[in-house]
């Protein structure tokens, strides 16, 4: 298993790195590597160029303001897993991170670089569509931002074009009336998931629920996110509100059948997983509106 | 295609490995993997799956475990990069992880246990003083087709408690 030849540049400034990409139309984006140099290793893919972008520094930063998180190009996972302030400001990055792939992986992979791979089976795409992040897009002819609802558009395949290169993520702070939960099932550890969930649930001031969302990868070709809410009425979940959720998620959700799972199996994990991880972000919310966030 | 390949274009590569620099000329697709088994002949760095599951050619990159099939050598030039030829210490005897891989029987057919050794290097910084499950933990990302992990994870102990015996002997 080796790559296709292909002609290799290692630009030190992002203008550089533009005019790269703008002057070969088969080119690609090389950071973190961790999903791409496998695609090229089996010949999945084989762009003509790589445009390597670690030597680009100003893209590794992680920064916090009471607005939200934002992550530069060059970041790796297990920085931003590692970063207090981002661990505060938005819990649910850490809760996510810290079941991307294995440890090692993580050193490595760029949280920017996973969520314009896109593939439906990873974790901080869904975070992104779930919080209503946005993604910063440059080209030689300029910057535009993409929000979350806006990027996704088929397995693999997001509406960012072939000569812009994503330089940043934000990931808007979690609201002082919220709560979030991750939780996925895989194989074995480290593994993309069969199905995971991730929630955010907010309240009043008596904890009654004013919005219930949860997430959902590996159950659709892109992460799919749903509104439950209409499912909850009161500050602690019964079993048939939770129940309720399930089946108002599996009726916006169609999952496929694979080698690793059939879809049946997945529906049923889908459900399992909406019941287990909605509960948990209601647990996480009241536990922050009384004082003990963790 | 062919045509391309006789035609491919050679980068200069200068690799630091276990603290000695290597001048290379690599086409770009060359894996770490194969740079350093192949170009370098280092061949303890070994390699499994090819695409980052298996964990055998995990080798550390300024001190980090990496998977060594995940990176371009001409990517990795800026950095120091640690084989498991370059675990060893100084004096040539074995490093605690190393050592306590032979007292616990922590191998058998050994293809695995670069990644293991290097990996586990790295994590004892981290957290010098593993629990058994955060021992575990440290080795959730290599695989192992035949001890069946219990004598990894007694290693990864007994490679902890070598370490705190070196220093409490040098200090």
Known sequence: MKPAPFSYVRPTTLGEALAALEADSHAKVLAGGQSLVPLLSMRLAAPSALVDINGLSELAYVRTDETGVRIGALARHAEVERDPDARQVQPLLSKALRMVAHATIRNRGTTVGSIVHADASAEMPVVLCLLGGTVTAASSTGTRTVAADDLYVGPLETTLRPDEIATEVFFPALPPDAGVAFDEIARRHGDYALCGVAALVRADASGVPTSVRAGYLSVSEVPTVVDLTRAFGSALPTEAELDAAADLALASLDPEGDIHATADYRRHLARVLTRKVVRRAFEDQASRSTGGAS | ???????????????????????????????????????????????????????????????????????????AQDHEITTVEGLSRPDGRLSPVQQAFRDCHGLQCGFCTPGFLTTITAGLRENPTPSEDEARDMIAGNLCRCTGYQNIVAAVCRAAEITREDEEASS
């Open chain 2, 1 to 75: 295609m062919t045509a391309e390949t006789t035609t491919e274009q050679l980068h200069d590569v200068r690799l630091t490995v276990n603290g000695v620099v290597h001048d290379l000329r690599l086409p770009a697709r060359r894996l770490l993997s194969d740079a350093l088994r192949h170009d370098l002949r280092l061949t303890g760095t070994h390699v499994g799956c090819e695409h980052g599951v298996c964990g055998a050619c995990t080798v550390l990159l300024d001190g980090e475990p990496v998977r060594a099939c995940l990176m371009f050598a001409v990517s």
